[in-house]
């Protein structure tokens, strides 16, 4: 995708929403500006955190990075009370030995927040605040544990309130609250470029037992999007559309752009997936 990017001179922006430990936003950083960002220099500045869902031997950093697109930047959201407060003591920790640095202090943005598809002043929801790291909870999906009030937002807003002039890339995980998120980034997604987003129907509380997947799909008629395998291979999701993808599974989806140039490279793996 870097390698064929026609768009080499516009500083790309990142949205990641559920961030949790940010390596997903650190590792998009790296690809533009390699010498800032890196998963090895972020990973030892966390607190103590839960461990990963995919291990980190499975997470490598990219062998391309891009030259002369300017300075990327990435807004990382997290709801969970006890995480986004060790992502901030992590990026404070992060900044700390590059005081002069003026740049850098701006391209990770941490936030705050739940995502949902509405927001009011003073909208809150009751989120799990469970041990910094956790990845299996999310919004009305509690393992039982104590909550607290988190301010909901929506990514439309969040964009508009930083005066994010496009958003490159977006990606979500939310542990259920996807489609949600999707519908309050109605005016976001028409910069988005390349899009990911989780598929859990098989939450029965979450916003996904009570949103089809296809709907959610003819939503994004714009787009051209693949199933994701763990190793990068693709599947296409509506090219080779079955009724039994609305069962209860738990996977992930990457989009692009139909017009744009990174679709191309996305059709051109899941061709070679299905040659060979």
Same mark, same amino acid.
């Given at each position: 995708m870097i390698q064929a990017d026609n768009d080499v001179k516009s500083p790309k922006v990142i949205v990641n929403v559920g961030c949790n430990k940010a390596s997903d936003a650190v590792e998009w950083l790296h690809r533009w500006d390699s010498a800032r960002w890196n998963l090895p220099r972020w990973l030892p500045v966390l607190p103590p955190m &839960? +461990?990963?869902?995919?291990? %980190?031997?499975? &997470? *490598?950093?990219?062998?391309?990075? #891009?030259? +002369? #697109? +300017? *300075? /990327?930047?990435?807004?990382?959201?997290? !709801?969970?009370? &006890? *995480? !986004? !407060?060790? %992502?901030? *003591? !992590? %990026?404070?920790?992060?900044? %700390? /030995?590059?005081?002069?640095?003026t740049e850098l202090a701006t391209q990770l943005d941490m936030v705050h927040a739940a995502v949902s598809n509405e927001e009011a002043p003073g909208l809150t929801v009751d989120f799990p605040d469970s041990a910094p790291g956790t990845e299996a909870e999310g919004m009305n999906q509690s393992e039982g544990g104590p909550t607290r009030p988190v301010l909901v937002r929506t990514v439309d807003s969040l964009v508009k309130e930083r005066a994010l002039p496009k958003v490159d890339i977006l990606i979500i995980d939310t542990e259920g609250a996807d489609p949600l998120v999707l519908q309050g980034s109605t005016d976001t997604l028409k910069s988005v470029r390349y899009l990911e987003f989780e598929v859990h129907r098989d939450l029965v509380k979450a916003a996904w037992s009570q949103i089809k997947l296809r709907s959610v799909m003819d939503g994004l008629a714009d787009f051209d999007c693949y199933w994701a395998g763990n190793q990068g291979s693709l599947y296409p999701v509506m090219e080779c559309w079955e009724d039994t993808f609305e069962n209860g599974c738990w996977s992930n989806i990457v989009c692009a752009r139909k017009t744009d140039v990174w679709s191309r490279v996305l059709r051109s793996r899941a061709m070679a997936h299905a040659d060979a």
């Open positions: &839960k +461990g990963f869902a995919c291990p %980190l031997s499975e &997470k *490598t950093v990219p062998p391309v990075v #891009a030259q +002369g #697109a +300017g *300075t /990327p930047r990435a807004v990382c959201i997290e !709801a969970m009370p &006890k *995480t !986004a !407060a060790a %992502l901030k *003591t !992590a %990026l404070a920790k992060y900044l %700390l /030995p590059h005081s002069n640095d």
